[in-house]
């Protein structure tokens, strides 16, 4: 069986746990393939048999670009089962991937969350700070994730016999509060303040152009002609990845210079690692 399992990912955490979630594909000789939800995404996936969606959690729901780019996505009516990561409590979110995907989507077979710490790198611990340790994804969300794709495969057979197309209990739920407070304060200029305004420390730049070509998921930098990054503030969607993943630390803001970088999980963005 072919699994596509799809994710937006900032800095690298919820790429890491879609990662978790093949692992249990993988073990039953399932081929898993992994796309990364950027702005401009096109995906065919008429060939696969099984699909994963997952988001990290904004302040209670996924990014609004990322509901956007799942809109434009045809999911051939293959049966689809979503994750989420957050800082804390996911809110609505899962319940966003299934209203962004159900126009074209199966049949929902489940979700699965992973919660650690934030991202943020202005709530990060100060540089001249002593011992300092970057937590990620509780373990024993990291260990359902590995053994979720069991349950899921469990319910695709029996899903196989059932009368209904449609099984309400696996379907995502939303809290109409949650709502409210994501209408409101979850707007794209909203969340980009939390990482502010970006400048780039050229002394520290070493013009390898990861921050354009691999880090930003909205299109929000471009090069200059001597390959800085410039930034577009007006489609910076907060996602932290440019200033927690630079490799120089050359990108900066005034809320986040003076604190570590949260780069735990760079490599699964910089260097798309797959275990």
């Known amino acids: 069986m072919k699994v596509a399992i799809l994710y937006f990912s900032g800095t690298g955490v919820t790429a890491k746990f879609a990662r978790d979630f093949a692992e249990g594909f993988i073990e039953k000789d399932h081929t898993v393939d992994f796309f990364r939800l950027k702005k401009g995404t096109d995906v065919e996936l008429s060939s696969y048999d099984l699909i994963g ?7 209670f729901r996924i990014p609004r670009l990322t509901s956007k780019i799942i809109r434009k996505i045809n999911f051939h009516n293959k049966p689809i089962f979503f994750f989420c990561t957050s800082g804390g409590m996911p809110g609505n979110a899962m319940w966003d991937l299934y209203r962004a995907s159900k126009k074209t989507a199966g049949v929902c077979l489940g979700r699965s969350e992973g919660i650690g710490i934030t991202n943020l790198r202005s709530w990060m611990p100060k540089k001249k700070e002593e011992n300092v340790k970057l937590h990620g994804l509780e373990r024993n969300f990291v260990e359902h994730a590995k053994k979720y794709p069991n349950e899921i495969l469990k319910r695709l057979e029996s899903w196989k016999t059932m009368k209904t197309k449609k099984v309400k209990k696996w379907i995502p739920y939303f809290n109409f509060q949650t709502l409210i407070w994501t ?23 070493n013009n390898c152009k990861l921050c354009a070509t691999k880090i930003c998921p909205s299109g929000a930098i471009k090069l200059t002609q001597d390959d800085f990054p410039k930034f577009n503030e007006f489609k910076c969607i907060g996602c932290n990845g440019c200033v927690n993943l630079c490799p120089e630390d050359a990108i900066w803001t005034l809320q986040t210079r003076k604190r570590v970088q949260y780069n735990l999980y760079a490599d699964y963005i910089l260097k798309e690692k797959t275990k």
């Open 183 to 205: 209408w409101l304060f979850t707007w794209r200029w909203q969340m980009a303040a939390t990482v502010g305004i970006k400048r780039v420390d050229k002394e520290k730049c």
């Open 53 to 59: 969606l997952g988001s990290p959690a904004y302040s």
